[in-house]
């Protein structure tokens, strides 16, 4: 709310524009609760991780950055080795790490970026990979075989969108953690300070 009044203040949003993020922030909790909502499915889904090494994330635009918090958070509580790519750099080198056994996740939001995003999505699919894709129900990504689609919620707004598909990625690295028999509330070797000498 500080960053909105701030740019009322600078002319750089509009009471419209501002109207509609509040609107969003307001409909945080219930977005959040549909979201929680998915955990069954997301269980379920962390089973087929159980033998896996190696996991790629991707997103696109603002969605890169929850990619990447998704591969941490794998990495972190479950020990398989996770990255996280701009799904736009995918044919300049991460491509030649997906095969089928190397799941991807992707992050698709309803936005500009979806089509190019479902192009990516047909590169992975000629991997052989195993797929899994947190959308945006108004996204409607196409069915593919090796695909597992999870619909989070519709009408996510650009300011809403990275705090809901943050919360799957979390789930299911928390799940995936648990079926492998790590710590999650101890992950080895994770310092939550530093010190700088």
Known sequence: ??????????????????????D???RLPG???????????????AKTFKDKFNALFLGRGSMHAI????ALKLKEVSYIHAEAFPA??????????????????????????????KSNLQEVKSRGSQMIVFEDKAAQVEPMQGMTII???????????????TIPLQLLSYHVAL???????????????VTVE
């Not at 619909?151 to 598909?165: K, V, Y």
């Open 88 to 117: 736009g750099e995918l044919k300049h080198g991460p491509i030649a790490l997906i095969d089928k056994d190397t799941p991807v996740i992707a992050v698709a939001p309803n936005d500009r970026l979806l089509n190019k995003l």
């Open 179 to 193: 079926i492998k028999g790590t710590d999650v509330d101890q992950p080895r070797n994770l310092a939550k300070s």
């Open 31 to 45: 977005l959040i609760k549909a979201t929680l909502e998915q955990e069954d499915q997301i269980k379920e889904l």
């Open 24 to 26: 969003g922030l307001n």
């Open 151 to 165: 619909p989070i919620t519709t009408d996510l707004g650009r300011i809403t969108a990275p705090i809901i598909f």
């Open 67 to 70: 990619a990447m918090e998704g």
């Open 1 to 22: 709310m500080l960053s909105v009044a701030i740019g009322r203040c600078h002319k750089q949003v509009s009471k419209k524009q501002e109207a509609k993020i509040v």
